[in-house]
């Protein structure tokens, strides 16, 4: 092969393979929305059982109780024991305030019994209780069957087991 052509098919073959390529189409379409497979499906009707399941088994414990129960925000039912200072402004966003806090199973063992200064607003106890506080005035003393997807969830704590529904008891000071 002569030196010129040998050139020429070098350069030939060098073009050919720097050249870009177009677009690639794509192998699947995208869609609108995230993608959800099977399993997170499976686990999605899963936990849908297992709340409702526990909306029942709060029901039913607490129409054993005599004092009325009222649903509150984050799907507690709660009974004020004693109203505190109804004198005094309710409680407020930037409010700080000392909340006794026990916490039982369904069947009353006392899981935990703990005292603790919060700034209503910054997310320093349970969100059921962050949500609901504004309701009450210093002093008060309330009773709450929460359900596990709004107390301690499918971690637990230490001392608190997974998927387990509660009963807090909640002095306000």
């Known amino acids: 092969m002569r030196t010129g052509t040998w050139i020429v098919c070098c350069l030939a073959a060098l073009m050919v393979s720097c050249a870009q390529q177009g677009p690639q189409r794509p192998t699947q379409r995208k869609s609108s929305g995230p993608q959800v497979d099977s399993a997170q499906l499976a686990l999605m009707a899963l936990n849908q059982q ?22 509150y925000e984050g799907g507690a039912w709660v009974t004020i024991l004693h109203k505190g200072n109804t004198h ?15 916490v039982l199973s369904l069947a009353g063992k006392l899981y935990q019994d703990t005292q603790q200064t919060i700034c209503i607003g ?17 002093g008060a003393r309330v009773q709450m069957y929460v359900p ?10 230490a001392q608190i087991p997974p998927y387990e529904n509660v009963i807090i008891v909640l002095d306000i000071r």
């Open 50 to 71: 297992l709340a409702e399941s526990a909306d029942e088994q709060i029901y039913r414990a607490m129409q054993t109780q005599e004092e009325p129960y009222a649903l």
């Open 148 to 157: 596990w997807y709004s107390a301690f969830g499918i971690q637990g704590t």
């Open 88 to 102: 005094a402004d309710r409680l407020k966003q930037g409010d700080e305030c000392v909340i006794h806090l026990q």
């Open 122 to 138: 910054k997310h320093e106890t349970l969100a059921v209780i962050e949500e609901n506080i504004p309701e009450w005035h210093r």
